[in-house]
């Protein structure tokens, strides 16, 4: 398998499907939401893989900084994946709580701490060691999960 594996595929998706722009969102909210949700497991799928082989000891610096650069990408266009009229009212099965649209400051507070963190994930990948990559991928999914809890519907 390659060094991008699987995630590349969403997050290559979910960028061509984003760039139809906002406009797009009231007449596809699906095609919004379903990049937004590829997005979204591109980021996962790119967390957990970093963090296994950190903690396996196997990753290389050129792995991580590959998958540390998809996370830091997906990190700071989230808030483009949020466009007005793709939450739950679009009728489209979503996670995404409408606490997103209702407090935005909030929201816009809880992605800049993600990208605050995926920023140092990228620093960090930089040095190959894997013990400052876990520690950093840590941090960047203590960010994912704060913001989890206050704008993600629970499965």
Do not use: Y
């Amino acid at each position: 398998m390659s060094v991008l594996g699987r995630g590349s595929v969403f997050a290559i998706a979910a960028a061509a499907i984003l760039g139809v722009g906002a406009a797009a969102v009231a007449q596809q909210p699906a095609a919004v939401i379903e990049a937004r949700q590829a997005a979204m497991k591109s980021l996962g799928g790119e967390m957990k893989a970093i963090g296994d082989a950190a903690k396996a000891g196997s990753i290389t610096r050129d792995d991580a900084v590959a998958r540390a650069r998809k996370i830091d990408d997906v990190a700071k266009r989230i808030s483009t994946l949020f466009p007005a009229g793709s939450g739950p009212e679009a009728g489209v099965k979503t996670a995404a709580l409408p606490a997103i649209w209702e407090k935005p400051d909030d929201f816009k507070a809880a992605i800049a701490r993600l990208a605050e963190a995926s920023g140092k994930l990228m620093v960090a990948a930089e040095t190959g060691n894997a013990q400052t990559i876990l520690a950093a991928q840590g941090d960047v999914g203590r960010a994912c999960i704060a913001c989890h809890r206050g704008f993600q519907r629970s499965n």
